[in-house]
């Protein structure tokens, strides 16, 4: 009998079956076209970065920010919408799904378009011959990570407002901010000291020095356990605000 | 263990924040029956239905649906409900057979049974030739029909229906009612809310009206009726203004409404016939026997549908 977290997966996968060409465009081809543009143009000028050439440095903080953007921009009005809209979640509500398998079922979904992402990425960047270490592999594990660092809180929040407008204000101070000062384009020591540890407390920031140590094959800025553990935490206290957000809004 | 009813309340309360929905009712539905809520707007009839549907929990009061805790068991219980919701909630950009074949799989189901479920139940909605189609573009009878089917997916031993027939058109709504009846001729026992006095005189054994979150009366269509009404109803309207009220009296019961006064009579013809003898010309004069809409009026001042 298969599990009812799968049977939320499949009414997900079913839905995107019948849109997938549309996001094709910004989940593949908009990440290639940075690369090329930031990577190959930008780079020609910037030259090298810490030691390696500014494609091979951005490449990774390029794969993490498209996890985090893919995570919080699925997590927003599809969610939203599911209960304002559709409500898909009161009807599954009356069945024997629990909150906790909508919950799941969403997150393996994210997880599901992210790591189609992340695989692909992978493949093209090492035909441009960007990944400088057999530790590459490891990438779609440290978007997976991400992802769900922001899809649950981004999930969550969804779940607790009435109106679009509040994305927004999210995607304008929380997301684009977080895609710029979170080492994707330059080291975060570029900032100035007092505005680092905004950097650091941004899940992103974790995932893309791993995996940039990952493609590099360096250490991490901190022990890898460190940024690990934080990616874990916030993807763990997301998931409970996701839960209690989805009860609440499905109560009565 | 089969006479354990399948619904049991005592003192059943819901409140939302200071506002109390639902005032401590007292229900027991057995396997088999069709029970209904009849009861206007606000009357605490969806609010009750969430609260059997174990998708809202009781404010106070004690609950059991198939001899089961809702806070407790609230997984277990809804494997064996099928649940229409006053509000149509299908998936409008998924097609009309993966709609039934999507809400299967929450309730367990193989993808083969799912498929198969599926077919029967669009044979059931005669919904067969839209099966590949979207849900957005049907018709709201269409919609209606999905919904029910849907409910049906996990062949439950309770059906809650919310406002099955609301919005309708007559057509629409006759064909639902057959369906409906055909279940309850399964044995299937239904649970169903309406404002439509025929509709529960047609489908219900037993109902009970609500009004204000409580239940103020309870039997058969037909012993409503009886207890709460008289057999016949003639309706009078008149074309001028006057106040006829005063000159009716005597006759039997009367129920002065804005548009037409109601007279409740053992004998409607022979109350038609005393009226003209007082030398009154009503414009139109209607007797027919009474419904429970009578027995709603008497009951609360008020008529159902406004
Ligand atoms: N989630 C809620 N929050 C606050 N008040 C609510 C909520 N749900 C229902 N109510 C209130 O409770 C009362 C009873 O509502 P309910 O939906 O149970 O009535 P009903 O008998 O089904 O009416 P209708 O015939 O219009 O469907 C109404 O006054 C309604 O405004
Ligand atoms: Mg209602």
Redesign the pocket.
């Known amino acids: 009998m298969a599990h009812p977290t799968v049977a939320v997966l499949e009414r997900h996968l079913h839905l995107y079956r019948r849109l997938w060409r549309a996001s094709v465009f910004s989940s593949f081809i908009l990440p290639v076209l940075f690369l090329v543009s930031i990577g190959i143009g930008v780079g020609g000028y910037i030259g090298d970065i810490e030691g390696e050439d500014y494609l091979v440095w951005i490449v990774p903080g390029v794969m993490a920010s498209t996890a985090f953007q893919m995570a919080i921009g699925e997590s927003t009005y599809s969610v939203l919408g599911d209960f304002k809209w559709v409500r898909a979640y009161h009807a599954m509500r009356a069945t024997p799904v629990e909150i906790r398998d909508m919950v799941a079922g969403w997150m393996l979904y994210i997880l599901f378009r992210v790591e189609i992402a992340a695989v692909v990425f992978l493949g093209i960047t090492g035909l441009f011959g960007a990944l400088r270490s057999p530790w590459a592999v490891v990438t779609p594990l440290i978007a997976a990570l991400v992802a769900v660092a922001a899809a649950a809180p981004v999930t969550a929040f969804a779940a607790s407002i009435d109106q679009d407008s509040y994305f927004a204000l999210l995607f304008r101070f929380v997301m684009i901010p977080s895609t710029l000062f979170a080492g994707v384009f330059f080291p975060v020591e570029q900032l100035p000291e007092a505005l680092r540890p905004l950097a650091y407390l941004s899940p992103l920031w974790h995932g893309v020095e791993l995996s940039r140590a990952a493609t590099i094959g360096v250490a991490p800025p901190w022990p890898a356990a460190v940024h690990v553990g934080y990616l874990l935490a916030f993807a763990a206290a997301g998931l409970l605000w996701a839960v209690s957000a989805f009860r609440k809004r499905l109560q ?1 | 263990m089969s006479e354990q009813p399948l619904i049991y309340a005592r003192g059943l309360v819901k409140r ?2 200071d ?1 109390t ?1 639902v005032d401590g009712i007292d229900l027991e539905v057995a396997p088999g029956e069709a029970f209904g809520f009849l ?10 239905m969430r609260m059997i549907s174990c998708v809202s929990l009781p404010t106070g009061g004690e609950l059991r649906i198939l001899g089961l805790d809702p806070a407790r068991d609230g997984s277990r219980i809804r494997a064996r409900l099928g649940v229409c919701p ?1 509000l149509d909630n299908l998936d409008p950009d998924l097609s009309v057979r993966e709609n039934l074949t999507t809400y299967a799989r929450y309730f367990g189901l193989s993808k083969a049974q799912a498929r198969s479920r599926a077919d029967e139940l669009l044979d059931f909605a005669q919904l067969q030739e839209k099966a590949s189609s979207a849900v957005e573009p049907l018709s709201g009878g269409m919609k209606r029909r999905l919904t029910i089917a849907r409910a049906l997916v996990n062949d439950p031993d309770l059906v809650l229906l919310d ?1 099955p027939t609301t919005g309708l058109d007559p057509q629409a709504r006759h064909l639902l009612w057959e369906r409906l009846f055909r279940l309850k001729q399964r044995g299937t026992t239904l649970v169903l ?1 309406t ?1 439509y006095m025929d509709e529960a005189e047609q489908l219900c054994d037993r109902l009970v009206v ?1 009004d204000g ?1 409580r239940i103020v009366a309870e039997g058969s269509p037909r012993s409503l009726i009886e207890t709460y009404s008289t057999p016949e109803v003639v309706e009078l309207r008149f074309a001028d203004g006057v106040d006829y009220a005063g000159k009716l009296e005597g006759i039997g019961r009367i129920d002065p409404l804005p548009d037409r006064i109601l007279l409740y009579a053992d004998d409607g013809d022979a109350a038609v016939a005393e009226v003209h003898r007082r030398g009154l010309t009503p414009s139109s004069v209607l007797v027919r026997r009474s419904s429970l809409e009578d027995v709603f009026l008497q009951l609360t001042g008020r008529t159902l549908v406004d």
Do not use: L, R
């Open positions: 009565d | 939302f924040g506002f929905a009861g206007p707007n606000g009357a605490g009839k969806s609010s009750t006053q406002e809310t404002h609500m979150g």
